[in-house]
């Protein structure tokens, strides 16, 4: 933003948050914008009456507004001094692993992956990504399950490391060959350490694809005690315990947690979108397409439940029979 001015970045800013919620309020008050009419032209047909974008020059509101300014000031403050500590913190992570398992290199980029399934139905990975101790969400990757059948974990794995590297592979390749913006890949820029859920097993699992792609990258597994906690790393066919205690620890069961997380909340999310079209689908004249308005347009089923006639023909081939079907069906 160093080259946009106060008055585009509340512009984008509001524009962006409000087009993304289904609430907008009546009035928002703010010290600057840009292009106010278009904005609260957009805003009203958002919410569906008018919305009023205000910039108070005394009283009151202008109060609220240097209020809420100096909060906002302090509240970055914090978290740039918190931002400074953790990246301490997370050097002191990175070395301590780095010693932990004699690496040549500063383990500055980790991926992890893992599986997710519930009784063998609807098998997914996903790969997370930390830089500099880390998470970076914006390298995370989902991976739905395509040659595998039933709970077969140790080849759902294979599956998803062997499509990721090979992906990598081929944009590593567009690049060189000037096809490709090195910043367009999604899979080009490789880790310094590969950290698997799991021991033995799923380390070898991953070394297998590695060595069949011709691509050295460290892989260790995070071993887990009875209770499903880390209780050290399997690396070169020997487990290694960790100091509980120690910044590479925490390190080690935040990236294990955040694993975990991520293909967790993409299995859900797979199983909402089933439920989702399981129950459209039993409306009369909603289709394929229709389903896709619909979602599209309330974000979720319980929106579309508590929607009446006339809001649900806002959405996109809503007709009023369709709308009176999905009403009479939720009522």
């Not at 918190?82 to 990246?87: A, H, V």
């Not at 059948?149 to 998803?160: F, L, P, Q, T």
Request: net charge negative.
């Amino acid at each position: 933003t160093a080259e946009d001015s106060i008055e585009e970045i509340l512009e984008e800013f509001i524009t962006s948050f409000y087009g993304g919620t289904a609430k907008v309020p009546r009035t928002i008050y703010v010290p600057a914008i840009s292009n106010v009419e278009l904005v609260e032209e957009y805003l009203t047909i958002k919410r569906g009456a008018k919305v009023w974008i205000k910039v108070p020059q005394k009283g009151q509101k202008r109060e609220m507004l240097e209020m809420v300014k100096n909060n906002a000031q302090i509240t970055l403050e914090k978290f740039k001094d918190k931002y400074l500590i953790d990246k301490e913190i997370n050097k002191i992570a990175l070395e301590e692993l780095q010693e932990l398992l004699d690496l040549e290199i500063w383990p500055s980029r980790i991926e992890a992956y893992d599986i997710s399934n519930i009784q063998g139905v609807d098998s997914v990975g996903s790969m997370i990504v930390f830089e500099e101790g880390r998470s970076k969400n914006s390298d995370y990757r989902r991976f739905r399950i395509k040659t595998v059948k039933g709970a077969n974990d140790y080849d759902s794995m294979r599956e998803i490391l062997t499509r990721r590297f090979s992906h990598g592979l081929e944009e590593v390749k567009a690049i060189q060959e000037s096809k490709l913006q090195f910043s367009a890949g999604k899979f080009s820029n490789f880790p310094d350490l590969i950290m698997m859920d799991g021991g033995r097993g799923q380390v070898n699992i991953a070394l297998e694809v590695l060595d069949e792609l011709h691509i050295n990258i460290p892989v260790c597994g995070m071993v887990k005690d009875d209770n499903h906690n880390t209780r050290g790393l399997y690396y070169n066919n020997v487990e290694i315990p960790i100091d509980r205690h120690s910044e590479g620890f925490k390190l080690i069961t935040r990236v294990q947690d955040e694993a975990h997380r991520f293909a967790i909340e993409y299995h859900r999310s797979l199983r909402s979108k089933k439920q989702v079209s399981s129950v459209l689908d039993e409306i009369e004249g909603i289709g394929p397409a229709r389903r896709k308005a619909l979602m599209k347009h309330f974000l979720d089923i319980d929106k579309i439940r508590n929607a009446n006639v006339s809001e649900l023909m806002e959405a996109e081939g809503i007709t009023e029979n369709v709308a009176q079907n999905i009403y009479k069906y939720f009522h």
